[in-house]
């Protein structure tokens, strides 16, 4: 019976917020998968349409409405150009919460989920021991991405240029780390931060966070980096499993209210945008006292380029924060181009830090056609529909290519594993990096 209850009180919710939809179609102009199938069923609109009747939806068709309502890159785009300010991305989540309720997940699913996802120590083992054994399954391709691919033909692998993972993931060297950095420069005076790992920089791009550090540490921020930290939980809720989710957020929240600190500050901004605006929101009944300390989580959450940008270079650096004029003519510059991740633009507005961060690097930044269109990872959108999650990427790729750049940098790592793919099978000699990863060379370099 409560389980009925928590149902009926989502869909009440879900309700509500469907009326708001005018059903214009503003969102077709703006969704990347909508441009590659042409079919009324992959835009915001028409899921909206099939939500409105959703419960008779799902006794009649459970199959058919999850299979269209998980035919979404949940990049925002629609719910950041709609008219009447529909919030596509949580109407679709709650949505899929509905659905993934009444039918349940998957053996597989569970497992991934409920068993390893929803158990940091459980996970990192696992995809430690992963990594161990991963040249077994994939080969180097030694090109500019640092891709490899499948040695074995693979349903889910085949024709992917993936990235390994990492020989040490961050959070095994964390002891040493923070032992060595010291304390900041002036502790009395300077803002406390808690650092957000998320899984991919952890386990993936660890250098992101060593450079996130450096950066960090240079400007005489003090740092907080709890131990055993985990997923953010927007895999398990992307997938409908919103009790794996809470337990997710009731694990980092146990960890956050030992520490005391003025912002939470990740480099990834899927994590940035989940713990801002869908930790508060999606959490499964919360109490009053959890809702106060989510709400007062998502004000204190900021993106890491934006925190520089807006909060560090007033208080700490001064005028020259940007770093002092380059001697070097602008033509002899690296040129750098920049991919707005759609989690930091669309749904957080973060979009100038980041180029601002670039220039600070001492680079040439040279803007892409369409820069703040969708890459078309989208998660796990990319592993169930590869085929046209390439194509999008395609068309990112041949945008990039054409800013005649060396380098590519975007705030988010799903994004950079994305873009990889796409240049690695076009051959391009292009890198793809985090904006902290560059200005935390041009620190080195300027130190030396």
């Not at 409105?52 to 949940?74: T, Y």
Request: aromatic share 6%.
């Amino acid at each position: 019976m409560a389980q009925m209850n928590d149902l009926a009180a989502l869909v009440k919710e879900l309700e509500e917020q469907l009326v708001i939809c005018i059903r214009c179609g503003m969102c077709q102009s703006v969704c990347p998968l909508f441009e590659q199938t042409r079919k009324e069923a992959d835009v915001a609109r028409g899921k909206l349409a099939l939500l409105s009747g959703l419960m008779e939806n799902i006794f009649a068709d459970p199959e058919g409405v999850d299979q269209r309502l998980n035919k979404c890159l949940l990049c925002g785009s629609c719910a950041a150009n709609c008219p009447s300010g529909v919030n596509v991305m949580e109407i679709f989540i709650k949505a899929r919460a509905i659905l993934t309720e009444y039918k349940g997940l998957s053996p597989v699913k569970k497992l991934i989920f409920k068993k390893m996802l929803a158990n940091p120590t459980t996970f990192d083992t696992l995809t430690q021991w992963a990594g161990r054994f991963q040249n077994l399954f994939i080969k180097d391709e030694a090109n500019t991405q640092g891709t490899s691919c499948a040695r074995l033909v693979s349903p889910l692998l085949s024709n992917r240029h993936i990235l390994p993972m990492a020989k040490t993931p961050f959070h095994k060297s964390l002891t040493d780390l923070m032992k060595d950095s010291g304390p900041a420069k002036d502790p009395a005076s300077s803002t406390r931060a808690l650092l957000f790992t998320g899984c991919l920089i952890d386990k993936i791009f660890p250098n992101v966070a060593h450079a996130s550090i450096k950066v960090l540490t240079h400007h005489g921020v003090s740092l907080i980096i709890p131990k055993g930290q985990g997923c953010c939980g927007i895999p398990a809720l992307a997938a409908g499993d919103r009790d794996s989710f809470t337990k997710l957020v009731d694990h980092h929240l146990d960890l956050f209210k030992k520490e005391k600190f003025d912002v939470l500050i990740t480099a990834c901004a899927t994590c940035t945008s989940t713990i801002k605006k869908l930790w508060p929101t999606i959490y499964k009944n919360a109490t009053s006292s959890v809702k106060e300390q989510l709400e007062q989580l998502s004000e204190k959450t900021m993106d890491i380029n934006q925190f520089l940008v807006d909060r560090v270079q007033p208080d700490f650096c001064g005028p020259d924060f940007f770093g002092e004029p380059s001697d070097a003519p602008e033509k002899s510059k690296e040129i750098v181009t920049y991919h707005d991740p759609c989690h930091l633009k669309k749904s957080l507005g973060v979009a100038t830090q980041p180029r601002q961060i670039i220039l600070a690097a001492g680079k040439r930044l040279v803007e892409m056609e369409e820069s703040d269109k969708c890459c078309g990872m989208g998660g796990s959108f990319n592993l169930y529909h590869y085929e046209i999650s390439a194509s999008i990427g395609n068309l990112k790729q041949k945008n990039i290519a054409d800013t005649g750049c060396t380098t590519v940098a975007t705030g988010c790592p799903a994004c950079m594993m994305q873009i990889s793919d796409m240049l690695a099978k076009q051959n391009k000699n292009i890198k793809v990096c985090h904006p902290m990863e560059l200005y935390a060379q041009y620190l080195e370099e300027k130190i030396k």
